[in-house]
């Protein structure tokens, strides 16, 4: 700088500060090639992202497969065909969802509730507790349930407490055990990974009992049926157990309940 100042019979200052303002009109011209090119970099040596990755980007509406990676933007085809495109530099400074994970696991999760309707849930009796000892999967439970309450109330009876406070089995109880052996036992349920059978929290909408738990492939056209025949089976045998799901009136059943009220005030 010095010696083109000297040939230049400029001032020092002078160039310094035309090299700044040229060094500012490049940064503007160049930012998004510079930020683009630094993500690059980012995304391809920590393998954050590859073409037939499925990423979800709500913020942008993107769900599906990358199709393209270039150097300053990256091509998403939506499940409805539609194609997204991001800027590269996006993907480093927002958050995104990738399911690459899933695919390399070899399960995709289950994850649903059946609304179980409060009112019906209550305590066996003794004719229906030994009437369940027909379903094959839950024999054993039944057996090891009676022993361990055995034990349980033999203490409190001992100790003079009110026989209501004895422990017994209940049917929604009873189904969750129905439902974790019917799992274990599915040949398309992964048994190495997690499987849960849970209440949540109850709501005005009945008791939730969530089903957790993964299948053996990823593929979502034999996902999909998979599920649907779990909790086909499970919705059919509910009243086997004495329970019923929870389902807000329709304009059916206020409909038979005013013809009910009319027959009454008739007769």
């Not at 309707?117 to 057996?143: G, H, N, P, T």
């Not at 009873?174 to 059978?197: P, W």
């Not at 807000?248 to 009910?260: E, M, N």
């Amino acid at each position: 700088i010095l010696i083109a100042a000297a040939l230049m019979e400029q001032s020092p200052l002078l160039l310094l500060s035309g090299l700044g303002a040229m060094a500012a009109v490049l940064m503007l011209v160049f930012k998004d090639t510079i930020l683009s090119l630094v993500a690059s970099v980012q995304l391809t040596s920590n393998d954050m992202l590859r073409v037939g990755d499925w990423i979800e980007m709500p913020q942008l509406n993107a769900d599906g497969d990358v199709i393209d990676i270039a150097l300053h933007t990256v091509k998403v085809q939506n499940w409805d065909k539609t194609i997204t495109t991001i800027p590269t530099h996006r993907l480093i400074t927002e958050s995104y969802k990738n399911w690459r994970g899933m695919f390399d696991t070899g399960g995709r999760r289950i994850k649903r509730a059946l609304l179980i309707d409060q009112s019906s849930v209550r305590f066996l009796s003794e004719q229906e507790r030994a009437d369940m000892q027909r379903f094959a999967l839950i024999d054993e439970y039944l057996d090891r349930k009676q022993i361990e309450l055995e034990r349980s109330n033999a203490v409190l009876i001992a100790a003079g407490r009110d026989p209501v406070n004895t422990r017994r089995v209940t049917n929604i109880g009873t189904f969750r055990a129905y439902v974790m052996a019917y799992l274990k036992t599915h040949g398309s349920i992964a048994q190495d990974m997690t499987m849960l059978v849970r209440q949540l929290q109850p709501t005005a909408q009945g008791l939730p009992l969530e089903i957790y738990c993964f299948t053996n492939t990823t593929a979502w056209a034999e996902y999909e049926p998979i599920q649907a025949d779990i909790f086909d089976h499970l919705i059919a045998i509910l009243p086997e157990f004495g329970l019923r799901l929870f389902q807000a009136p329709s304009g059916l059943d206020i409909g038979r309940v005013v013809a009910q009220a009319e027959q009454r005030i008739s007769a």
